[in-house]
């Protein structure tokens, strides 16, 4: 019922959207829609948008190792930069987790062939360490974090290399409008981590 009345959903709509996000997350459902209402009010994304994207990729990301509310925040800032709509936006980020989840778990992505070594090399370009001590690959959420602190630092020619890499010629955009308003994402980040407090 609150969802409901702060998205303008239907009921339905709306119990289908938190219950996915509850499930993929392992979130509360107050946890959630505090999250999509604070960040709701703070950016041009509606609360409806943000839980209509996350119902696609919540999941995903949290296997590629996307805490709930960085996530939330990406959603935010690529649909108040963009305007693009929310199944969308949520679908392009599903599939841009699952390549990075198919390079972790398989060591290479199908649709294109990028492999783990390919992504170690571009990260490393910018001295990001792809792998941990076990060798395996980073969380994505972590990486971007590292990424994203060093962005507008970078020359053109290196950002592309390393969004083409991380997210593939398909879902490249998403991942540069992500990076290029990174200190928006960051800023939605502790948004959504209550780290800044939402006035209403």
């Known amino acids: 019922i609150k969802y409901s009345k702060i998205?303008?959903?239907?009921?339905?709509?709306?119990?289908?959207?938190i219950t996915a996000a509850a499930n993929g997350t392992?979130?509360?459902?107050?946890?959630?829609?505090?999250?999509?209402?604070n960040?709701?009010?703070?950016?041009?994304?509606?609360a409806d948008e943000i839980g209509m994207a996350m119902s696609k990729v919540a999941a995903s990301a949290e296997t590629a190792g996307v805490p709930f509310e960085q996530m939330s925040a990406y959603i935010a800032t690529i649909s108040s930069v963009t305007r693009e709509g929310a199944?969308?936006?949520?679908?392009?980020?599903?599939?841009?987790?699952?390549?990075?989840?198919?390079i972790k778990q398989r060591g290479f992505n199908e649709e294109d062939a990028t492999n783990l070594n390919e992504v170690t090399k571009a990260l490393k370009?910018?001295?990001?360490?792809?792998?941990?001590?076990?060798?395996?690959?980073?969380?994505?959420?972590?990486?971007?974090?590292?990424?994203?602190k060093k962005w507008l630092s970078l020359d053109g020619n290196s950002q592309k290399y390393l969004a083409t890499t991380l997210a593939g010629q398909r879902q490249m955009n998403r991942l540069l409008t992500l990076l290029n308003n990174y200190p928006e994402t960051l800023k939605n980040i502790d948004i959504s981590s209550f780290k800044i407090t939402h006035i209403n």
Do not use: C, H, W
């Open 125 to 148: 370009t910018v001295g990001i360490t792809a792998v941990d001590s076990a060798g395996q690959l980073r969380p994505f959420g972590e990486i971007m974090d590292e990424v994203g």
């Open 87 to 102: 199944e969308t936006i949520g679908n392009s980020l599903k599939t841009l987790m699952a390549r990075y989840t198919s």
């Open 39 to 46: 960040l709701g009010d703070a950016t041009a994304a509606g």
């Open 7 to 17: 998205s303008g959903l239907a009921m339905q709509e709306s119990t289908d959207i």
């Open 26 to 37: 392992k979130k509360s459902v107050n946890e959630i829609i505090d999250v999509y209402a």
